[in-house]
């Protein structure tokens, strides 16, 4: 780990003059693009590739190689589709970004696009989040207006078109094949895979997804080099600067850079500690579809390969975090009812599974569940998981399997007492 | 290239009956099928467009006339107003307000809010107050959790509430 992390990605957060691209441009930014343009767009991917960067918008995977899945030459058009539909409840790096640094994300943009020779790229940004879509459409036009998008990017000859492109509310839109549906103006169902968007995305032709952390980081790889951003993190597959989102009852909820593979225990320090002093019961390291971790696990190093074998994944790394006081079956109830309403309702598992889960979690929560829906609960999870068409199902049953492998004696106690033991929390007092 | 401010940033103008896509509406719509191969892809921005138009949401009659704009089939557009949550079929108030009730604003006091708008406006979830004024729902995670609980005004994110900063941006309502 480096000696004294400074903040990459958030860097321009709290400097207003990083929204004008004049003053972005004087806190360096588009050197990255400006170099990458002096490469060869295959050097750019290498780099990236070098860079050990992974995805940051839920599956880690590599994206320099997915990069280099795409299919060579300028012949046929081919497109990058910014995900910034940010929906997984827990999650709110993005708009962080979005919101402080719009042209980090453009010149991330750019330069994937360089490199793959896409000629359009379409961020999907999901639709509540007008105020980022604003101050990113005001970042491009700007742009434009430089020359640093359009006909001739920097002057170099490569031409490059980007877009906003709003949704209009699915969570489903942010799974990868979801969203080209739904930029291609139709429901967002997810498509059957393969073919891979790599080989037919957006409109029937090779199409790269990236998420918008992910995206921001690639200027800083190529303006620092591969061996920078190696030099931060656990180990080579882990690797770079990474947003914690971090909510619930701790002292000081918001997006925090660290470098990745930092400790829960660390990462709750800085943002203040358990709220009211309580004592940490349970925790969510990578969104709602991140099985639930117990203080067990509290020295646990937050990266892709450490959380994953401690049973659960670092996702987005949305960090939910509850205190003693938090009833974990009303909080699974309410992840269950999360996916229930999402699930496009295409595939079977999905579409009735999630329906049985949150039916059978109320009636728990409610005081009127049995013995049996432990294993019941289990069953259906076992009937979802890898069943479904996309990744949803085995999303939805995340939260739920964990509930009912390390929280056994919260689900027998409302079985027993045919109530939730928990008292329901006041927050305001005399409704002030 | 044109470049549009985001759709429902502009405030929803009054409602027009009977008498299809505005000229304006219909000059927006246009400006977008450069951005894409296919005039489908059009299909989500024309219905935010369509939808600030008529008020808030899209009655029949604007589903057709998007449909009209586009050459889709009406069946077509109708299916992808259906899946998508900021598109209502049913009338909504001036002011639409959405509470985030999902687990990290849960941990914070979201059921509290949505209790006091219920007082507040003395109407149920998804309805309208009788004035025309309001009407709110409780909604997915909004990407404000570190705020929480928040809520969704129009286009605009109220966070850290309390009951009485509730109170207070209602009474900022026309
Ligand atoms: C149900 C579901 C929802 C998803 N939502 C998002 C999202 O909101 N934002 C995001 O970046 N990725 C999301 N993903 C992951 C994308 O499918 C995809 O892996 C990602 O955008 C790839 O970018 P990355 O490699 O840069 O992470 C979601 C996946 C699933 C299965
Ligand atoms: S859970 Fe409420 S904004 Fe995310």
Partial sequence: MAAKFEPVLTRNVGKPEALTLKGYRQLGGYEGLAKALTMEPDAVIDEVKKSGLRGRGGAGFPAGMKWSFIPKGKDKPKYLVCNADESEPGTFKDRLLMENDPHQLIEGCAICCFAVSAATCYIYIRGEYTKSAVILERALKEAYDAGILG????????????????????????????????????????????????????????????????????PHIITRG????????????????KLYAISGHVDRPGTYEHPIGITFREMLDAAGGMWHGRQLKAFIPGG??????????????????TVAKAGSMLGSAAV????????????????????????????????????????????????EGTERDSQLLLSICKNIGGQSLCALGDAAIGPVKSLVDRFPEEIEQHVRNRACPFPRPRYFENGA | MSVHEPASVKPPGPQTRGGGLSAASRAEIDGLRERYPTTEAVLLPALHIAQRQWGGWLP??????????????????????????????KPVGRHRIRVCNNLSCQ???????LEVLHRELGVGEDEVTPDGRCSYVHFECLG??????????????????????VRQVLKGLK
């Avoid at chain 2, 604007?62 to 598109?87: K, N, Q, S, W």
């Avoid at chain 2, 705020?147 to 009485?164: R, S």
Wanted: charged share 25%; glycine share 8%; aromatic share 8%.
């Fill in chain 1, 288 to 305: 709602a579809s991140a099985p639930i971790l117990k203080p067990d696990q509290i020295d646990l190093k937050m990266d892709f390969d």
């Fill in chain 2, 60 to 89: 029949d009659e604007a589903i057709t006339a998007v449909a009209e704009a586009l050459d889709l089939p009406v069946a077509r557009v109708y299916g992808v107003v259906t899946f998508y949550d900021l598109f209502h079929q």
């Fill in chain 1, 226 to 241: 591969a061996d920078w951003f190696k030099s931060i993190g656990t180990d080579e597959k882990n690797t770079g600067p």
């Fill in chain 2, 144 to 165: 404000s959790c570190d705020t929480a609980p928040m809520m969704m005004v129009d286009d605009e994110y109220h966070e850290n509430l309390t009951p009485n900063r």
């Fill in chain 1, 320 to 367: 939910i975090v509850m205190d003693e006081t938090t009833c974990m079956v009303r909080s699974v109830a309410r992840l269950s009812k999360f996916f229930n309403h999402e699930s496009c309702g295409q595939c079977t598992p999905c579409r009735e599974g999630t329906n049985w889960m949150e039916l059978v979690l109320d009636r728990l929560e409610h005081g």
């Fill in chain 1, 151 to 218: 006909d001739n990017v920097l002057g170099s000859g490569f031409k490059l078109n980007m877009y906003v492109h709003r949704g209009a509310g699915a969570y489903i839109c942010g799974e990868e094949t979801g969203m080209l549906e739904s930029l291609e103006g139709k429901r967002g169902q997810p498509r059957v895979k393969p073919p891979f968007p790599a080989v037919v995305g957006a409109f029937g032709a090779p199409t790269v997804i990236n998420n918008v952390e992910t995206l921001c980081n690639v």
């Fill in chain 2, 107 to 113: 941990l914070r006091g979201a059921e509290e809010i």
